[in-house]
């Protein structure tokens, strides 16, 4: 087999290129969500291995190589957890990696633990291997491949659900809609790669068509990387919301081009504060950054300019511990004794149960249920 590197090939070598250069950038963040940039780093590191096994394959420099043959594929387990995990760690601030998550790696290491014979040949066999696969892929091969495709279904179902129980959620009204708009997008990518890649498993597995799934890999890689160029505070994440990621050559600083100055910012502030004080606008749990900002007659934008910069916090955080104290209130209240915890919440301004409980727990270290319990004691 003579090796042969074409446009598609060197084209995807790039892509490798720019895996590399988009994790590095990821890690060097101190700053905003640093679990789920990691996650996604070492998930973009992942697609730059198979990233590289493919061209290996359509190039046929495995024949010259051998020993680099199906080094990748255990790789392919990792994408979807991987994948799985980021979003987990971009829409919720409570995501901690534990043990348990370890467990979701299991199908690499059983991959990696089927094909240790096959790593351990000689490359003269890997070679009589690999130009005998070329004629006829091995059972063994269609066996691991669907259940590869299986397992992304899986996580493609479970990320499909938790999109659509946080687009539930008050955050995505305020200033988590960027947050989830990404997931939305990445979701939408993994299932076209998915399909893309399932149905060439089904009708068109051929050596021609070998770098299909890994092009599409590519170009995933320079889509992301030219988002977070060009908007930075999308891979800040849910702990970053005000943290624009500067690591990339070329971001922009954040409110740069505002045209807000400090001196209106003050005033804007002290409008703010007042409002919440003697109007409690965070009774309505309907609250947007755009309500509030007509409330005030003052530009969304800056309003959230305000927050973020004179109070170092972003709209949901800032909106919830006023709804918060609200809520200790009518807990401490022996008026309000018989009503119910959920009552008070939406008193307060809170739309759902787990939504009051994780701001509450946030704010001050306690479930409303214990606060109410040790404050009665």
Request: charged content about 15%; proline content about 4%; some cysteine.
């Amino acid at each position: 087999m003579t090796p042969s590197l074409d446009w598609l090939a060197i084209l995807n070598l790039m892509g490798v290129a720019q895996c590399v250069l988009l994790a590095a950038a990821l890690t060097s963040v101190k700053k905003g969500n640093q679990t789920a940039n990691r996650i996604f780093s070492a998930l973009v590191l992942v697609i730059a291995v198979l990233l590289g096994g493919g061209i290996l394959t359509y190039t046929k420099y495995l024949f010259v190589l051998p020993h680099l043959s199906q080094i990748h594929n255990p790789f392919a387990f990792l994408a979807a957890p991987l994948f799985y995990f980021y979003l987990q760690a971009l829409l919720s601030e409570n995501f901690r990696i534990t043990k348990r998550v370890f467990l979701h790696f299991a199908p690499a290491f059983v991959c990696a633990l089927f094909l240790a014979p096959f790593y351990l040949q000689s490359g003269a066999d890997k070679t009589n291997f690999m130009s005998q696969a070329i004629q006829h892929y091995p059972a063994s091969w269609r066996v691991r491949t669907g259940l590869l495709y299986l397992q992304h279904l899986v996580y493609l179902i479970l990320v499909v659900r938790s999109l659509i129980a946080y687009a539930r959620t008050e955050e995505v009204k305020t200033t988590r809609k960027l947050d989830f708009q990404w997931a939305r997008g990445l979701v939408v990518a993994f299932a076209i790669i998915w399909c893309v890649g399932l149905l060439r498993f089904l009708f068109a597995h051929r050596a021609e068509t070998n770098l299909l799934t890994p092009l599409l890999l590519s170009v995933f890689v320079y889509a992301t990387a030219f988002v977070a160029l060009r908007r930075p505070e999308v891979l800040a994440g849910a702990s970053g919301a005000t943290v624009a990621l500067t690591a990339l050559p070329g971001a922009p600083k954040r409110y740069e081009r505002s045209t807000l100055t400090p001196e209106r910012a003050e005033r804007h502030l002290q409008k703010l504060l007042h409002v919440m004080e003697t109007e409690k606008p965070y009774c309505d749990g309907e609250l947007t950054l755009q309500k509030l900002a007509a409330r005030l007659s003052i530009a969304p934008q800056h309003l959230s300019q305000t927050i973020n910069e004179q109070l170092k916090q972003n709209f949901t955080d800032f909106v919830n511990a006023y709804r918060i104290e609200e809520a200790k209130k009518g807990l401490l209240d022996p008026a309000r004794r018989h009503y119910s915890i959920i009552a008070i919440a939406e008193e307060s301004g809170f739309n759902s149960k787990s939504a009051f409980n994780l701001a509450f727990k946030k704010h001050t270290n306690t479930t409303p249920s214990e606060f109410r319990k040790n404050s009665s004691a």
